[in-house]
């Protein structure tokens, strides 16, 4: 008797999870989507959801080849949703062409996603100063060397660049780089998604128009 591999494509076709943990009704909503991610993220924080910020982040440039990857949120409000960079990423060079952005999150503990699409602008100096600021030294260091997306010769050159930097700030000071901070990206839709047994997934979408937002429930 032989046995598939397990990242065989059969294997892998093979793979089930059914899904039934609770529901989404439309009562069950907030009717500001902002304040319904509130609670959902405070609920993936109290349920132990590992990395329960990191979000995917798709962007796509003017050829329209699309490109995602994994940021951290680091805040949000009525105004949006907050992460940083380096301007001159693959990510940064995208949003300078096109600004139109999508973001997801992906709770398996619970069961949930949340899809915001939307358009990203650079948050103001200020605000990237205070958070560059905040964040550990050896944070700091490698933001302040990294030509992110650039090739490089090897590892060897990133750590002497590390030590080079660590020598002369290592005691702080290091300021924020000019190629480096925050976007904001407004939300024009945001989707809560619930696992359902058979598939049936309950899917509900705050659409923005003008200045007040529409829920509908999408079919699964």
């Known amino acids: 008797m032989t046995t598939d591999a397990p990242g065989s494509p059969k294997a892998i076709a093979e793979i ?25 993220l405070a609920e993936a924080a109290t349920a132990g959801v590992p990395e329960h910020t990191a ?5 796509a440039g003017a050829d329209g080849q699309p490109a995602a990857r994994v940021v951290l949120l680091k805040g949000f409000d009525e ?14 060079r995208h949003l300078a062409e096109n600004p139109r952005a999508a973001l997801s999150f992906f709770w398996p503990q619970l069961e949930r996603q949340i899809r915001i699409e939307g358009t990203a602008a650079r948050v103001s100096r200020e605000q990237s100063e205070a958070y560059f600021g905040s964040r550990p030294l050896g944070s700091r260091l490698a933001a302040s060397l990294s030509r992110q997306s650039c090739v490089v010769a090897g590892r060897g050159v990133l750590e002497a660049e590390f030590a080079r930097l660590e020598a002369g700030y290592g005691d702080g000071g290091l300021p924020l780089p000019d190629d480096w901070g925050g976007y904001r990206v407004a939300p024009a839709a945001v989707e809560f998604w619930q696992g359902r ?3 049936l997934h309950d899917r509900l979408r705050y659409r923005r128009a003008d200045d007040r937002w529409i829920i509908e429930r999408l079919a699964p």
């Open 197 to 199: 047994p058979s598939r």
């Open 79 to 92: 105004a949006g949703f907050v992460f940083y960079s380096n301007y001159g990423s693959l990510k940064g």
């Open 16 to 40: 089930r999870k059914e899904y039934a943990l609770a529901g989404l009704d439309e009562a069950d909503l907030d009717t500001d989507p902002l304040r319904q991610f509130a609670r959902w």
């Open 55 to 59: 979000m995917t982040l798709a962007t």
